[in-house]
């Protein structure tokens, strides 16, 4: 590469908890530029959780969550030969992390339900308890992954 790698954005610890986490899946729960909207969904997702989940900590439930949903391995497609093959690699935490938050937030807003806050803090819920669609994808990917592990060797 000709260019130096850009340097990593600090990211600021969100208001209740301290956490850069929290922020960082604020960031990708955000529309249009709407942080403090964002924020105030969040929060009162984090609520419904804590009224739900009966004596457990809110904050410790959705790290749980998120745990549950990030994959360890994808499936890169790369051409050999005329043919297509999926490889197996292994994900470096921070894409581990983004792709967990995505798919959380992805299924949250699929999800049946009244408001964005009720809908996130169901697909917490079933997360923590290692159900929903997005463990469920979690799970496919994994599946597809050790389907595939035979052209492992293929790693570029």
């Known amino acids: 590469m000709r260019k130096r790698k850009p340097k990593p954005r600090r990211i600021e610890n969100d208001p209740k908890y301290g956490d850069q986490m929290v922020t960082r899946f604020v960031n990708n729960l955000m529309w249009e530029g709407k942080k403090s909207t964002a924020f105030g ?8 959780v804590k009224t739900k ?3 457990e900590d809110e904050h ?22 005329g043919a297509t093959f999926q490889i197996p690699t292994e994900l470096p935490a921070n894409r581990k992390i983004s792709i967990g938050m995505k798919w959380m937030i992805r299924f949250a807003r ?41 052209f492992a060797h293929f790693k570029a």
């Not at 969904?41 to 419904?48: G, K, P, R, S, V």
């Not at 809908?119 to 389907?147: F, N, P, Q, Y």
Request: charged content about 30%.
């Open 53 to 55: 989940a009966g004596g």
């Open 41 to 48: 969904l969040f929060y009162d997702a984090m609520e419904i």
């Open 110 to 150: 699929a999800r049946s339900g009244k408001g964005i806050s009720e809908k996130l803090a169901a697909e917490i819920l079933a997360a923590a308890k290692g159900e929903g669609a997005a463990v469920k994808r979690k799970e496919d990917t994994h599946k597809m992954a050790e389907a595939n592990r035979a």
């Open 60 to 81: 410790e439930l959705w790290k749980k969550a998120l745990n549950n949903v990030m994959p360890q391995v994808e499936v890169r497609s790369r051409r050999i030969g």
